[in-house]
């Protein structure tokens, strides 16, 4: 790839929106042939650890601004929201379908339970029939 051509990949990738599909259609690469063009651009911020200087990998990384600092890897925190959510009371919290996994988590305990229910059940039938024939 020439050096134009790596420097047209960056700037679309990194000054425009588009898709990378699209970017690489454009410069007819292939989306691996894009990211290896794809140079980190600075995060303008210093290492926390080196006092090196941050770098975001790729968009996804700018956008929640999580930076790399490249001389001793370390990655920034994960950013705060710039605004707390608002807090709102919900009368239903308890009506709301738990996630799948805690379905098979509540099925199984569900299993579990009534297999030690049954276990005390007949280990006191067992101890009444060797014990209590009088």
């Known amino acids: ?5 790596a420097a047209e990949a960056n700037r679309l990738y990194w000054e425009t929106e588009k898709p990378v599909a699209e970017i690489a259609a454009s410069l007819d690469l292939s989306r691996r042939a894009l990211y290896d063009a794809i140079e980190p651009i600075s ?7 080196c006092g090196g200087a941050m770098h975001y990998a790729n968009r996804s990384a700018r956008d929640a601004k999580q930076g790399t600092c490249y001389a001793c890897a370390t990655a920034s925190p994960q950013a705060l929201p710039t605004e707390p959510e608002a807090w709102t009371w919900s009368p239903d919290i ?4 738990l996630p799948s996994s805690q379905q098979d988590l509540g099925a199984r305990a569900r299993r579990l339970g009534g297999a030690a229910l049954l276990g005390a059940v007949l280990g006191a039938a067992a101890t009444h029939l060797l014990l209590g024939r009088d």
């Not at 790839?1 to 051509?5: D, H, K, V």
């Not at 995060?43 to 926390?48: F, L, Q, R, S, V």
């Not at 308890?94 to 379908?97: A, E, L, Q």
């Open 1 to 5: 790839m020439t050096n134009t051509a």
């Open 43 to 49: 995060a303008e911020d210093t290492c926390p650890a």
């Open 94 to 97: 308890n009506t709301k379908p």
